[in-house]
């Protein structure tokens, strides 16, 4: 009976496996003597063949820990990370920023995150970065600007051009950015994703309805949509997300596209 599951830093995968001959059967009295409130098991799961060699992190260089945002292993990728961040601290920005030019782009991730931590990380590296020939560097990037929010206009072009990334998870976590510019360029931009989206791909759908739907919670920007005349497909984008936008004008666009439809 496994509860939980955690990939090690070996490379082996770890089982919790609380092992109770009941399981919430209530037919059986709660202090029968097989509830075992006790004991578990751990299970450890691995394969015949190559093993990832496990390193003290605790005591290793700073170039150590750099290299180590190479490896395979996301767990010692991040305990690395988080060892360059707690106890390197500050004095890792400089060299962190310098190798980023030749890093592998697992490398330049985890770099990223770093400088963030550390308030290192630069408008100018980010905009870098946000234009990556990579597509993960790109998507973690956009996750950065999300949360770091800086001179947010100086990136407004970037997350424009980045909708129509030809990776759609860049798509998504550009999509989510134009919340942060509450104007009807936004509205128009997030109704031209929900055309340009492929039906198939239902996370992109949903994450540009919420923009959108959180766009139109901002009463001037509803306002400004009640008062525009859209074509009957933007319409229904648009009354789709206004059952959870509670204001005057959302109720006058839903009356107004259904007194239409009828």
Same mark, same amino acid.
């Given at each position: 009976?496994? !509860?939980?599951?955690?990939?090690?830093? +070996?490379?082996?995968?770890? *089982?919790?496996?609380? $092992?109770?001959?009941?399981?919430?059967? $209530?037919?059986?009295?709660?202090?029968?003597? @097989?509830?075992? @409130?006790?004991?578990?098991?751990?299970?450890?799961?691995?394969?015949?063949?190559?093993?990832?060699?496990?390193?003290?992190?605790? %005591?290793? @260089?700073?170039?150590?820990?750099?290299?180590?945002?190479?490896?395979?292993?996301?767990?010692?990728?991040?305990?690395?990370?988080?060892? *360059?961040?707690?106890?390197?601290?500050?004095? &890792?920005?400089?060299?962190?920023?310098?190798?980023?030019?030749?890093?592998? /782009? @697992?490398? $330049?991730?985890?770099?990223?995150?770093?400088?963030?931590?550390?308030?290192?990380? %630069?408008?100018?590296?980010?905009?870098?970065?946000? *234009?990556?020939?990579?597509?993960?560097?790109?998507?973690?990037?956009?996750?950065?600007?999300?949360?770091?929010? /800086?001179?947010?206009?100086?990136?407004?072009?970037?997350?424009?051009?980045?909708?129509? +990334?030809?990776? &759609?998870? !860049?798509?998504? &976590? &550009?999509?989510?950015?134009?919340?942060?510019?509450?104007?009807?360029?936004? !509205?128009?931009?997030?109704?031209?994703?929900?055309?340009?989206?492929?039906?198939?791909?239902?996370?992109?759908? $949903?994450?540009?309805?919420?923009?959108?739907?959180?766009?139109?919670?901002?009463?001037?920007?509803?306002?400004? %949509?009640?008062?525009?005349?859209?074509?009957?497909?933007?319409?229904?984008?648009?009354?789709?997300?206004? *059952?959870?936008?509670?204001?005057?004008?959302?109720?006058?666009?839903?009356?107004?596209?259904? +007194?239409?439809? %009828?």
């Amino acid at each position: 009976r496994p !509860v939980t599951i955690k990939l090690g830093p +070996d490379g082996a995968i770890y *089982v919790a496996d609380f $092992y109770n001959a009941i399981i919430g059967h $209530y037919e059986v009295p709660l202090g029968h003597p @097989k509830r075992d @409130k006790q004991r578990g098991r751990i299970w450890r799961i691995t394969y015949k063949g190559k093993h990832n060699d496990v390193q003290d992190l605790t %005591t290793a @260089k700073l170039d150590e820990l750099i290299a180590a945002f190479d490896l395979d292993n996301i767990v010692s990728r991040m305990a690395a990370a988080d060892q *360059v961040a707690d106890r390197i601290g500050t004095g &890792a920005i400089e060299p962190l920023k310098e190798q980023l030019s030749n890093a592998s /782009p @697992k490398k $330049y991730i985890h770099s990223l995150w770093v400088l963030h931590r550390l308030n290192g990380l %630069t408008e100018d590296i980010l905009k870098q970065s946000l *234009v990556h020939a990579s597509s993960l560097v790109r998507l973690h990037s956009f996750r950065i600007l999300r949360e770091w929010q /800086p001179d947010i206009e100086a990136f407004h072009p970037i997350i424009l051009n980045a909708l129509k +990334d030809t990776d &759609a998870h !860049v798509q998504r &976590a &550009a999509i989510e950015l134009l919340t942060s510019y509450p104007e009807m360029s936004s !509205v128009e931009a997030s109704l031209s994703m929900l055309h340009a989206t492929p039906p198939e791909d239902s996370h992109l759908t $949903y994450t540009t309805r919420l923009t959108l739907r959180n766009l139109l919670r901002n009463n001037n920007l509803m306002n400004q %949509t009640l008062n525009t005349e859209w074509s009957s497909q933007d319409q229904a984008f648009i009354a789709g997300t206004l *059952v959870d936008v509670h204001s005057s004008d959302a109720a006058a666009f839903l009356s107004k596209f259904f +007194d239409e439809g %009828t």
